[in-house]
């Protein structure tokens, strides 16, 4: 896919996690990489329900601006997610309501946030790196990805949730399963809830 096809669908999937619910105001950032090297990206302080193609970065990895408005500040986590797992080309880091509060509970451990209960988790998500809080763009945030290789989701404490993908439709889904994962969580406390086990885990992976 060119850059004039993957702006399109860049700025397609922002607008449709828009007008769902999925962002808020000027919250969340996409990027993506194209099979030149460079890269994609929401710009600072835009908002994913007013995003034109033409406003959408586009940038090399040294931070020379090719076209478009200048990045989204959190680009050098955006980076550290492709440098940590060469075969993705898409992050998506959203502020969506469940997990973020699911990511501001105390006592987090990488691994799954929660037990998890439908099987959809574990073939969209799966491992998530629980990321301690930064103040949103500190570039120590690209450095604490980094320490965890093993993961392709993270949740950042009181902050948000990052996914990824070989594709941005598949980075998107994952965002979509794990902010629906985190309500049916949240919505489910005090319930008596059948909890998937280790094999049927392990069936799903």
């Not at 004039?4 to 828009?18: C, D, G, P, W």
């Not at 034109?52 to 940038?59: C, I, K, L, R, T």
């Not at 406390?189 to 094999?199: K, N």
Request: hydrophobic letters at 35%; charged letters at 20%.
């Amino acid at each position: 896919m060119d850059e004039i096809e993957m702006k399109r669908e860049l700025v397609t999937f922002a607008t449709s996690l828009y007008q769902r619910g999925f962002v808020v105001g000027s919250a969340g950032n996409i990027s993506v990489k194209l099979s030149d090297g460079t890269y994609l990206a929401t710009p600072t302080g835009s908002s994913f329900g007013m995003l034109s193609e033409a406003e959408v970065s586009h940038f090399k990895e040294d931070g020379t601006l090719l076209g478009g408005k200048a990045p989204t500040k959190e680009v050098p986590f955006h980076l550290a997610c492709y440098a940590s797992h060469p075969e993705i080309r898409a992050v998506v880091h959203l502020h969506s309501t469940y997990a973020t509060l699911l990511a501001s509970t105390k006592d987090l451990r990488d691994g799954s946030p929660f037990t998890p209960f439908t099987p959809y988790f574990i073939m969209k998500v799966n491992k998530v790196g629980i990321l301690p809080y930064r103040k949103p763009g500190s570039p120590l945030i690209a450095e604490d990805i980094r320490k965890k290789p093993g993961f392709s989701t993270y949740l950042m404490q009181n902050h948000g949730l990052i996914t990824t993908g070989k594709t941005l439709q598949e980075a998107v889904f994952a965002a979509e399963e794990f902010e629906e994962s985190a309500k049916l969580w949240y919505l489910g406390q005090g319930l008596d809830i059948r909890r998937l086990s280790e094999d049927e885990m392990a069936e799903l992976q």
